[in-house]
């Protein structure tokens, strides 16, 4: 888990900007195993 270091009154600039990270890292890696997935299959077929 990456933490940011946010100076301010509150944190909900820094729950959001990591909020949004870790969002887009697990889609990402979601993705990346979906497409290796498919990419077997295709090998085992083809």
Excluded at 17 to 22: L, Q, V
Aim: charged share 15%.
């Amino acid at each position: 888990m990456t933490n940011f270091t946010y100076l301010g009154p509150d944190n909900t600039l820094k729950n959001k900007i990591s909020e949004s990270a870790t969002r887009l890292l697990s889609t990402h890696r979601f993705y990346a195993n979906l497409q290796l997935f498919t990419s077997r299959i295709a090998f085992i077929f083809l």
